[in-house]
């Protein structure tokens, strides 16, 4: 097995014991992205002081430091955090060029640990997307089949894991970018609970729904990186002051006793045959090994998307607001006035995508129709969040698909925005009462055995719980068979 196939547990492991050192680690992925990049298309730059960073990792190891069980492990980071010193576009015209002064905190916690960050990766533009097919730079493919897409926000993240160009990434998540490519590539994506990780230097989308958050091939990576970039930040006002635990020291890999329950709502019209199948038969796994199941009812899921884009979009509207040709980014070359500088600016650096929402989003803010969107959103939110509260004193988790169905070809949906923006059903509910979730693969569809996702849901800042069921689903089927074959 080569080293880019192996989890950043064993990986750790491995360099702790001298079996293989960071350099020889960031060769061998290095090479894989020499190999497979072309056919990828997972990142939008590469970090040329990566190697620097592994030789300080290994000079580490030799002089006899104690390291950070992470040191040496190879990341790639989404382009919508800041990375001081390297280019964060958010795969956009708008900040093609952008070299950030500083690091966003949980960049400072990856460069801190000794990780080595192998360069930034694709997205869609400003995360506004379910496919990374709005990305300004290039389209990302699905390493399980390069004709289809590797799902988003986050494309770029998921599939440099599933190819092997990275160990670990991470992604952030508005109504599902971390859980949905996860699903779509084949791999482990955790979206923690809103506050628990700060969004300091996170190019804002939408504020209270934004989340950071790692992506691995196994449930013990993601809870080693929840681990390492977890904590309260004086930076981030949303950021909650409290005990964070070390979620690997704790991992179980037990079933017994675990109460789950299963909504009938994300098992209804529009999900996948092949999808719901495979997600029961992981729920049935469960309960043959000692879990007991529920079924619970959200009734309010319903209106979840319209309460999504409804909010999203017009904190979007208000974020992307600085983008206006004056401070940084890109500037139209040819205007006649400020006014004229700022049409122009915003209508040839934005792409198409990021123009619809902050379209939407202004008009739901405007005088007249605030009341008539904007407020009625919110108070569906605050009813989402009440059943789920009410759900989780019945259950510890809830077991749902993540996606619809399996990865679509690229260019099938683009043209249609209600199709696209159905990809995020199943996902969207979670960042809306601000809850952690996890993605982790369930199966294969009978289409070039794509892959299929399951997600986990747990109450506010029960990541314990949360992966503690996920691992042991995991050790119920053998591990997670993440890197593709098909490349």
């Known amino acids: 097995m080569k080293l880019y196939e192996k989890t950043a547990f064993e990986l750790s492991q491995m360099l702790k014991n001298k079996k293989c050192s960071a350099v020889e680690l960031l060769g061998d992925v290095n090479e894989r992205i020499n190999n497979v990049e072309d056919k990828v298309g997972a990142y939008v730059t590469l970090n040329e002081s990566a190697k620097s960073q592994a030789e300080a990792v290994d ?79 290039h389209l990302t493919h699905n390493p399980h089949d390069t004709d289809c897409v590797p799902g988003g926000s986050s494309g770029g993240s998921a599939a440099a894991v599933a190819a092997g160009e990275a160990i670990v990434t991470l992604g952030s998540d508005t109504g599902g970018s971390i859980r949905q490519p996860a699903a779509l590539c084949g791999v482990v994506g955790l979206k923690p609970t809103y506050g628990s990780v700060s969004r300091y230097g996170l190019v804002a989308f939408a504020s209270s729904l934004d989340q950071i958050g790692p992506m691995g091939k196994s449930v013990k990576d993601v809870a080693m990186m929840q681990s390492l ?6 930076m ?83 974020n992307l607001a600085r983008f206006d040709g004056v401070k940084y ?29 902050i379209m939407l989003g202004t008009f739901v803010l405007s005088s007249g129709f605030y009341d008539a969107y904007y407020k009625k959103a919110k108070l569906v939110q605050r009813k989402i969040s009440q059943e789920f509260s009410e759900a989780f004193s019945e259950c510890d988790i809830i077991a749902t698909p993540t996606v619809p169905s399996r990865a679509f070809k690229i ?7 209600l199709k696209m923006y159905y990809s995020d059903v199943c996902t969207v509910t979670v960042n809306i009462a601000g809850l952690p979730a996890v ?17 986990f849901i747990a109450d506010k800042f029960k990541e314990q719980t949360l992966l503690n069921a996920a691992n042991a689903y995991e050790n119920l089927v053998g591990g997670f068979d993440v890197i593709s074959k098909a490349l």
């Open 59 to 137: 000079k580490a190891i030799a002089d006899g430091r104690e390291i950070h069980p992470l040191a040496g492990i190879p990341i790639g980071i989404k382009d919508n955090i800041s990375t001081k010193g390297l280019r964060t576009t958010c795969s956009s015209k708008m900040l093609e060029n952008y070299v950030p002064p500083f690091n966003a905190t949980v960049a400072q916690k990856v460069a801190d640990a000794g990780m080595v960050i192998t360069g930034k990766m694709n997205m869609d533009e400003f995360a506004m997307g379910s496919s990374t097919e709005t990305s300004y730079m």
């Open 229 to 234: 970039i977890s904590g309260h930040d004086a």
């Open 236 to 318: 981030d006002a949303t950021s909650k002051d409290i005990a964070y635990p070390d979620l690997l020291a704790n991992l179980t890999d037990s079933a017994k006793g675990l109460k789950i329950g299963v909504p009938k709502e994300y098992f209804g019209e529009g999900i996948d045959d092949e999808e719901k199948q495979s997600v029961y038969n992981a729920i049935k796994l469960l309960e043959a090994n000692g879990a007991s199941i529920k079924e619970i009812s959200l009734p309010s899921t319903e209106y979840a998307i319209n309460t999504y884009y409804i909010i999203a979009s017009a904190e979007a509207s208000s």
């Open 329 to 357: 980014g890109y500037r139209a070359k040819d205007y006649d006035g400020l006014t004229d500088m700022y049409e122009k600016t915003r209508s040839e650096g934005f792409g198409d995508e990021v123009k619809r929402r």
């Open 411 to 417: 260019g099938e949906n683009i043209g249609d925005p």
């Open 439 to 455: 993605s982790m693969p369930c199966g294969k569809s009978s289409y070039k055995n794509m892959p299929l996702g399951m997600q």
